[in-house]
């Protein structure tokens, strides 16, 4: 009997990428819109899932829907690439600036996504803290202009502190170096400044985004990127033939006609998050920083580990984050009621 095939070094050093799905009374560790579209964003749905010429493969290169977002963005089509979620973006990004002998700068702690995508890429990664505030300040912009990376990553609003990052920070990252800046706006409808405004004069950014959270999205995967007519011809040259489903550009399409709708579901999980913060705020010993996006992080005064396990027993699933962010936990800022039952199920397992 042959001996089982060898990955490529390393790669059984890495865990995988795992964010639970448990059948719980409130989940609020994925970051999800807990509302989803209107029902008439389903039937339009339907409609054109209906006419798809399913033995035929999808427009490869996606016209429709780069048109439709390049249209509700005012962005140009030709800078406007789309892929399966924001990840899959990334890592393209990544296989055409990245890449063996290549390097990228992360400012952590950030999305943990950034750095693993680098590994999978044979991207150098090259991490530089933020300071206890978590802000990207121009102590940081320095030591990694200084550095001359090949890709730059910014996440504003940053996951998981919440926090927006300064959009000038971001334009001296892009006039002051040829890498290219990666900003993640995965969060930026809920709260913060865009970098977007800077594209048109840095052909060097890429603002990422995705249909995941405001757009109420999650289950399609669908990301994209708004970047110069360059890049997105870099991202040609990488990218799997055929990679968007004809039903995910559907459902893409779908929802920015129903753009209203999603954006009217953003101020009720604003004011969910607002109540996190000021909730957490007033608990004996619990340290909260503020947050721009659909989530709260905040430490705990005892051990973060057991509070997650004890929530977990009540029926409440949050994000445990000790290894980015020490005893470190994050909420997401759910449906009204889920938010009770969080709040509710913390004050009984907080020491009082």
Not at 50 to 74: A, S
Not at 96 to 111: K, L, M, Q, S
Not at 259 to 266: D, E, G, K, V, W
Request: aromatic content about 6%.
């Amino acid at each position: 009997m042959n001996a089982a095939p060898r990955p490529r070094p390393g790669v059984r050093d890495v865990e995988p990428y795992v964010s639970p799905q448990l059948d719980v009374a409130a989940r609020l560790n994925a970051n999800e819109c807990p509302h989803p579209l209107p029902q008439g964003f389903f039937e339009d749905l339907a409609r054109a899932a209906r006419e798809l010429p399913l033995n035929r493969y999808p427009d490869g290169q996606m016209v429709r829907l780069r048109g439709e977002i390049g249209l509700h963005h005012g962005h140009p089509f030709d800078g406007t690439w789309t892929a399966n979620g924001s990840n899959e973006v990334l890592t393209e990004l990544l296989l055409a600036y990245g890449g063996p002998g290549r390097t990228a700068t992360v400012f952590e702690p950030t999305y943990s996504l950034h750095r693993r995508l680098s590994w999978l890429t044979h991207t150098e990664i090259r991490p530089h803290p933020l300071s206890s505030s978590f802000v990207l300040d121009d102590p940081a912009v320095d030591v990694a202009l200084a550095e001359d990376a090949d890709v730059l990553f910014v996440c504003s609003p940053n996951n998981p502190t919440g926090n927006a990052q300064p959009v000038d920070a971001v334009a001296r990252l892009a006039t002051e170096s040829d890498a290219l800046i990666v900003v993640d706006e995965a969060y930026i409808e809920f709260g913060g400044e865009s970098a977007l405004k800077l594209v048109a004069d840095h052909p060097n950014l890429a603002v990422v985004r995705t249909f995941s959270k405001a757009f109420a999205m999650a289950g399609a995967r669908i990301g994209y990127v708004l970047t110069s007519p360059d890049v997105v011809s870099d991202l040609q040259r990488v990218r799997l033939p055929y990679h968007m489903s004809a039903l995910t550009q559907a459902a893409g399409v779908a929802a920015i006609r129903h753009a209203a709708a999603a954006m009217a579901l953003l101020e009720p999980i604003r004011l969910q998050r607002d109540r996190l913060v000021s909730e957490l705020g007033g608990m004996r010993g619990v340290t909260v920083y503020p947050s721009d996006a659909n989530f709260v992080l905040f430490v705990p005064p005892d051990d973060a580990g057991e509070l997650w396990q004890a929530l977990l027993d009540r029926g409440i699933l949050i994000r445990d984050l000790r290894d980015v962010v020490p005893n470190a936990l994050r909420v997401t800022a759910g449906a009204d009621h889920e938010v009770d039952l969080f709040l509710a199920s913390l004050r009984e397992v907080l020491p009082t």
